[in-house]
């Protein structure tokens, strides 16, 4: 592998990271007077009704171990995960000064109280909570789905007087279907030789999916994938860990780096899991793009605590995909207070032990700075697998 151009291309996704300003965002914006900015926190947003409407969606992902936390503090009661503190703080430090919109999708209480400090804090600017369907029945989920898209479509309109037509949707989920494949192209090559992309830079290349355009991001996968399949980095002796539970707030660099360091390869998480939201492409060639999109959202979408499981238990689904992986083992890592995954580790834990699946988990929070404790526990859970297997 030609290690500059790797190096070079990583360099890239982590000063996309490093940025709270938000710079690429700002001037994607200057090109154009109906170019919009629309912030979103996790996990996932149809992505694609943003990209017809002239605009470009911003993953908000908190800001980690970068900001101190001073005014955030004051919004929120110190049992709940961290993420909305350093949001908040971000919001009032001007960091968001150039976003037009936000988008809360419909997590847990948290993220729904979070949307209503910005409806108070930012009165200029378009604030919605986006609720997706717990029922997955077509005549029941699907219709109030489609009303929801609907809605948020007719919202856009108004902002910057850009009709969102069939054929522009339909445009946009070509763009968006094709970023799913190159991710997952990117995701082979972590699922089957974990050793060729370190995890580090493989969640770096996710975050900038969620702040790159969606042509900028296909044309930046399209360069690093080739990089790659000449990796001449070097075979380890690690055990294969899938790693659940972090698919809101997010761990920090240094965590991520720990687990790998302690004898670990991360051969899927769910760090971004708007990503990989979707199993299947979604359908363009139809003259109604809102119901491919409400199809897929009921029929191919994953699995997570943020969703009602039905008759699809996670635990089962989860054990299924280790497999599929041939993983020697699950890490539940989870934010602290995070009442969606910590709700679900016992019972996912009990489906883990069902399939004679190994595991071991830990709570973490975004500005966590200390990993010691961490190393020892995956590093331990790493060599009990390699000894008694």
């Not at 526990?377 to 697998?385: E, L, N, P």
Request: charged share 25%.
């Amino acid at each position: 592998m030609g290690n500059t151009s790797y190096l070079e291309t990583i360099k890239t996704a982590r000063e996309l990271f490093e940025d709270l300003s938000f710079s690429y965002p700002g001037e994607w914006k200057k090109k154009g007077e109906s170019r919009k900015i629309i912030g979103f926190l996790p996990i996932y947003i149809p992505k694609e009704i943003i990209h017809a409407a002239g605009m470009l969606p911003v993953g908000i992902f908190g800001a980690g171990d970068r900001i101190p936390v001073i005014k955030g503090d004051a919004y929120f009661q110190s049992y709940i995960c961290h993420l909305p503190r350093t949001v908040i703080e971000l919001v009032l430090n001007g960091n968001f000064d150039d976003f037009d919109g936000f988008i809360f999708p419909s997590i847990c209480d948290v993220i729904r109280n979070l949307s209503g400090i910005f409806q108070l804090k930012i009165k200029d600017k378009f604030v919605r909570y986006l609720d997706f369907p717990q029922n997955f029945e077509e005549s029941i989920g699907g219709v109030f789905y489609r009303s929801e898209l609907e809605r948020l479509i007719t919202d856009f309109e108004k902002m910057n007087g850009i009709k969102v037509t069939p054929e522009k949707l339909n445009a946009s989920i070509v763009l968006y279907n094709e970023n799913r494949r190159l991710m997952q192209e990117l995701e082979l090559i972590r699922n089957t030789d974990p050793y060729k992309i370190p995890a580090v830079d493989f969640y770096l290349v996710q975050r900038a999916g969620n702040v790159m355009s969606v042509e900028d991001h296909n044309d930046y996968l399209k360069k690093l994938l080739p990089l790659l399949q000449d990796s001449n980095f070097e075979k380890e002796d690690k055990i294969r860990v899938v790693v659940s539970g972090s698919f809101c707030e997010q761990p920090p660099i240094g965590l991520i780096k720990t687990i790998e360091n302690a004898g670990c390869y991360i051969v899927e998480d769910d760090f971004q899991l708007g990503h990989r939201w979707h199993s299947k492409d979604i359908n363009y060639k139809t003259d109604d793009p809102i119901g491919s999109l409400v199809d897929s959202y009921l029929n191919d979408s994953t699995y997570s605590s943020a969703v009602y499981e039905g008759d699809k238990p996670k635990g089962d689904l989860l054990a299924n995909r280790v497999k599929e992986l041939k993983a020697d083992g699950v890490i539940f890592c989870a934010p602290s207070f995070c009442d969606p995954a910590l709700l679900d580790r016992p019972l996912l834990e009990k489906a883990m032990d069902r399939h004679h699946i190994k595991h071991s988990n830990f709570q973490y929070h975004e500005n966590l700075g200390q990993f010691h404790v961490i190393k020892e526990q995956a590093g331990t859970f790493a060599d009990m697998i390699k000894l008694w297997e």
